[in-house]
């Protein structure tokens, strides 16, 4: 048990040991490069906090000049700064994976191969003379993708895991968003690993790193399959303490795998923090720092930090348009217990408008009368480079000041010319100027977008032992094509949210073929079957489509 302390880990005036290159030995014989810093503790032993990835070790990150920690000679890519946690008597180890930076062999990112190989260096740098034994894993993205894979693995000296904006499911987090291949990021990202090792100083090197096929085998399994499960998390796996973050900012890749981590993980101690701001400020700030040190002073050292005596779940509860961080509250569990599930139902007034305005208004009664409206699948221009695409249904202004936090689905009927259709989803904040409300993106970027939600039609499939009332779990195994005309019901998970919609604001919600207002670097490839077809939506009667909103009312 921990012992009783009312103190963190005080910074205190170690020497820092530098081991560059260390070669770490795997089962199979291959060898892993890692670095270690370390506090000269004479005989004092540490714990260490660890990360792998293909980011390359030794490559400098240059720090933005508003980070609240400063521009160092270690600072390296979504994790942690030696500098600020060795003195306060930590060692941290950087591990380039197989196949990149200085590590030799077959490059295979976010594979269930470099779990294995992450297990094999927990377990060693855990039996060297200056660590106590304990390890964890910190780190954001990338870094905290590979904490949820070790961990269905349990290697014994793992004692705790803070995934730090990660994807978890491969398939439905990061490659298929809804069944739609999300090519934007992944090609980018791909592409640029390549020309940073090709291109960059592994080419002296590791000329043969990160040679893969990677964008070929995503696109070659687009349905879900063991392909995926292998390199995905296993929930009923992970019994290690979990501290899952998201970020409001992360409904394009990251925050699902953080909420279900949370409800998912079969750990006995998890807890969840959801925040806002760009993808690496919260990470590196004071605060941020702190509760990381609290974690892991907590599981790695027995200090009794107090963080386990507080409510499980953290969260930033966003009011509009600030560009600074909300304040945090915290909550019982997740989704809040207090939720009251809200259907507002999707009305048609009008045919599409090329204006901007809304086509229809969402209600809280269901409409008696069934309606319909049509929008074109594809703009009529192949050249297409953005604009709106598709139709909108918004709320009348708030009476009240009304908070929406969780999870949310659009249920919704639809039918197509084609055997297929996408419904891409984008919840908005208008206020009362008629203008969107934008909060502060991954990027640190105004996005004029609370969340979305995808779900292309033929992967309507509903796995029912996973499903739940506010979040559907589509199996997207096989294709249910669709038959010209004939309406479908479809339940289109849109990814969790906070945010409290003023007096006099509107909820709209956008439903469209293709990405819509704050999409970002996050597109979507968009199939052949979209080519001069005709989409639509159905309402009200027999056909009644809606908005599933999580409304949290006051404590």
Same mark, same amino acid.
């Given at each position: 048990m921990p012992e009783k302390s009312g103190k963190l880990s005080q910074a205190k005036d170690?020497?820092?040991? +530098?081991?560059? #290159?260390v070669r770490i030995p795997l089962r199979d014989g291959a060898l892993l490069y890692g670095d270690i810093f370390r506090p000269d503790g004479g005989s004092e032993r540490f714990p260490v906090i660890m990360t792998t990835g293909p980011y390359m070790k030794d490559k400098l990150w240059i720090v933005p000049e508003d980070l609240e920690e400063p521009q160092n000679e270690y600072m390296n890519w979504e994790t942690a700064n030696p500098l600020w946690w060795c003195p306060r008597g930590y060692a941290l180890l950087r591990v380039d994976s197989r196949g990149s930076g200085k590590s030799p062999g077959k490059s295979e990112p976010s594979s269930y191969q470099e779990a294995v190989d992450t297990y094999d260096c927990i377990e060693w740098v855990a039996k060297q003379p200056w660590c106590n034994g304990s390890v964890g894993t910190l780190g954001i993205s990338y870094h905290a993708n590979f904490q949820w894979r070790v961990a269905g693995l349990q290697p014994p000296s793992l004692k705790a895991i803070m995934? *730090?904006? /990660?994807r978890a499911d491969q398939y439905r987090d990061q490659a298929y968003h809804g069944g739609i291949f999300a090519m934007g990021f992944i090609a980018s990202w791909h592409h640029m690993q390549i020309a940073h090792h090709l291109l960059g100083e592994p080419a002296a090197y590791n000329p043969d790193a990160f040679n893969n096929n990677l964008l070929w085998e995503y696109m070659r399994h687009n349905l879900d399959s063991d392909f995926w499960r292998r390199c995905s998390a296993q929930w009923d796996k992970i019994t290690v303490p979990v501290y899952s973050v998201g970020n409001w900012g992360g409904f394009a890749m990251h925050l699902r795998g953080n909420t279900e981590?949370?409800?998912?993980?079969?750990?006995?101690?998890?807890?969840?923090?959801?925040?806002?701001?760009s993808h690496y400020h919260p990470f590196h700030s004071e605060e941020g720092r702190l509760e990381q040190l609290? *974690?892991? #002073?907590? *599981?790695?050292?027995g200090v009794d930090t107090g963080i386990m005596d507080e409510p499980r779940v953290k969260l930033e509860i966003r009011t509009g348009g600030s560009k600074q961080r909300y304040p945090f509250r915290f909550e019982d569990d997740w989704p809040i217990a207090r939720t009251r599930w809200t259907k507002m139902y999707l009305q048609p007034q009008r045919e599409g408008s090329?204006? /901007?305005?809304?086509? /229809?208004?969402? +209600?809280?009664e269901a409409p008696a009368a069934t309606a319909k409206i049509t929008y074109p699948a594809s703009p009529q221009s192949r050249h297409f480079h953005g604009g709106r695409t598709g139709v909108s249904f918004e709320t009348a202004p708030m009476a009240q000041d009304t908070e929406v936090t969780g999870p949310l689905v659009l249920n919704i009927w639809v039918s197509s010319t084609s055997k297929d259709m996408d419904i891409m989803a984008t919840l908005r904040n208008i206020g009362p100027d008629g203008k969107d409300v934008c909060e502060l993106g991954q990027r640190g970027e105004p996005v004029p977008c609370v969340t979305k939600g995808w779900l292309r039609a033929s992967h309507r499939k509903l796995d029912p032992q996973k499903s739940l009332p506010y979040r559907p779990y589509h199996a997207h195994d096989e294709r249910q094509w669709l038959t010209s005309g004939e309406? +479908?019901?479809c339940q289109v998970e849109i990814w969790p949210t906070s945010m409290v919609f003023g007096k006099g604001h509107k909820i709209r919600l956008d439903i469209g073929p293709r990405d819509g207002v704050g999409t970002g670097h996050f597109t979507h490839y968009h199939a052949d079957y979209n080519d001069g077809a005709q989409n639509t939506i159905h309402a009200g009667g027999d056909k009644a489509s809606y908005l599933l909103l999580p409304v949290i009312p006051p404590k």
């Open positions: 170690y020497k820092l040991i +530098v081991e560059k #290159d995934p *730090w904006e /990660g981590g949370y409800m998912r993980a079969a750990s006995a101690n998890k807890k969840l923090r959801i925040h806002t701001g609290r *974690w892991f #002073d907590h *599981w790695l050292k090329s204006t /901007g305005e809304a086509e /229809g208004r969402l +209600v809280l309406a +479908v019901e």
